[in-house]
């Protein structure tokens, strides 16, 4: 069972360039120069362009250029990008056109080339205001940077700005977490994105873990901090309307949305990309020198490309439902998957709606917000 093609598409575009890489980092991103940010662009068009023709029937309503840092390339980058886009695939008017950017290498010319280039949606990397912090763990911005960002951003042409916010930085304490949401909801910021460290095998991080020099924050920590974003952001009138995801009411992204409502397909283009379209998840090289030869021969970015069976597809759906205010559409999940999964985990539903765990209203089955900090392990229960 494949989403509804008929649904407009998303398109996120890979910029793999950093200024160095995060301690903690388990992207694909590589140290930028000149070349090789000119070498990709034009890889970038060349995959444009052999991809474009499958789509002239389609259409698309968001945008996301990702990274790495997207903001670090050079000065009219974005600009010539956002042109070969419009011209290659058809977008529907209000299309939402978010831009990752990093405090260290966003500039005024930088925020006035985005706004020419139909950008609306700013991502800012802020992740924590401790810049001590920030520099034992190998990011490059300073408080000065976030600073002089919300400024360029205050009153700006964007509608919505999200900030990122990492949680669970070994050293990090509660007050620590709160003094950036704090000074992110005085920056009036529309959406927050809070996202928990996973300390990934390869990276620096998990090798200082290795050595003993660093310990990781406790999970009843962590429970506790999550617990406080919420209530201190939902009393701000920000809806968490996904595990780690808060907006003022309008402001949810719907680039993402795509991929956690599991109803419309995405096309990645670049380095690392992936695309999910007719049932089908395609995977490109995440090799820099592999996609730019790829590119320059005429073949194709993709390395591997895998049909999502029926099974995979009802685990992704009840997991990225319930990560969701919203929740699972009960009648949605019956008519898809011929599953009337009120029965089939009839046990497992019983036990934690008596719990307080989870409720079904209106025919979804959903989370209940004080459980939402362990609905990793709901999820397992119903899965
Ligand atoms: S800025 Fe982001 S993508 Fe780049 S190294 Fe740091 S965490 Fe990785």
């Known amino acids: 069972m494949a989403v509804d093609e008929s649904k407009p598409m998303g398109l996120y575009i890979h910029i793999p360039f950093c200024g160095r890489k995060c301690d ?70 209000k299309t939402e056109f978010t831009i990752e950017v990093n405090p260290s290498s966003f500039t005024k ?41 919300f400024k360029l951003l205050k009153n700006s042409e964007f509608p919505n700005v999200n900030s990122d916010v990492m949680i669970g930085l070994p050293g990090q304490t509660k007050s620590s977490v709160m003094q950036t949401i704090n ?37 009843e920590d962590m429970v506790d901090i999550y617990n406080k974003i919420n209530k201190t952001l939902t009393k701000a009138g920000y809806c968490r309307y996904e595990v780690s995801n808060y907006a003022k009411p ?34 490109n090289t995440k ?9 320059n021969e005429g073949k194709s970015a993709v390395y591997s490309k895998e049909y999502v069976s029926n099974e995979e597809h009802r685990i992704e759906r009840i997991m990225l439902s319930l990560r969701t205010q919203k929740g699972l559409d009960l009648d949605k999940f019956k008519k898809d998957f011929n599953e009337d999964i009120l029965r089939t985990r009839a046990e497992a539903i019983k036990k934690m709606t008596e719990l307080g765990m989870i409720e079904i209203k209106d025919n979804y089955l959903k989370i209940k917000d004080d459980y939402f900090a362990v609905s990793n392990s709901i999820i397992v229960e119903l899965i």
């Open 287 to 295: 090799r820099l020198d592999t996609y730019i030869d790829a590119m």
């Open 24 to 93: 903690y980092c388990d992207f694909v991103s590589y140290s930028m120069d000149y070349k090789a940010q000119q070498l990709y662009l034009d890889a970038l068009f060349t995959e444009i362009d052999m991809v474009k023709r499958n789509f002239y029937d389609r259409t698309f309503d968001s945008i996301f250029i990702g990274g790495g840092t997207p903001s670090i390339v050079y000065e009219g980058y974005i600009a010539s990008l956002a042109r070969k886009i419009y011209s290659s695939f058809h977008f529907l008017d």
């Open 250 to 283: 309008g402001f949810e992204c719907k680039h993402n949305l795509k991929y956690w409502d599991d109803e419309s397909s995405y096309l990645g283009l670049g380095v690392a990309a992936h695309s999910y379209i007719d049932g089908y998840r395609y995977y």
């Open 183 to 219: 000074y992110l909801m005085k920056q009036n910021v529309k959406h927050i994105s809070t996202y928990t460290l996973q300390i990934e095998k390869h990276t620096m991080l998990y090798s200082k873990l290795k050595k003993g020099k660093i310990s990781p924050v406790k999970d």
């Open 109 to 149: 010319e930088k925020y006035f080339e985005y706004v020419q280039a139909g950008v609306n949606r700013i991502s800012v990397g802020v992740q924590c205001l401790d810049e001590k912090l920030l520099r034992e763990h190998g990011r490059i911005q300073s408080m000065e940077n976030i600073d002089e960002t």
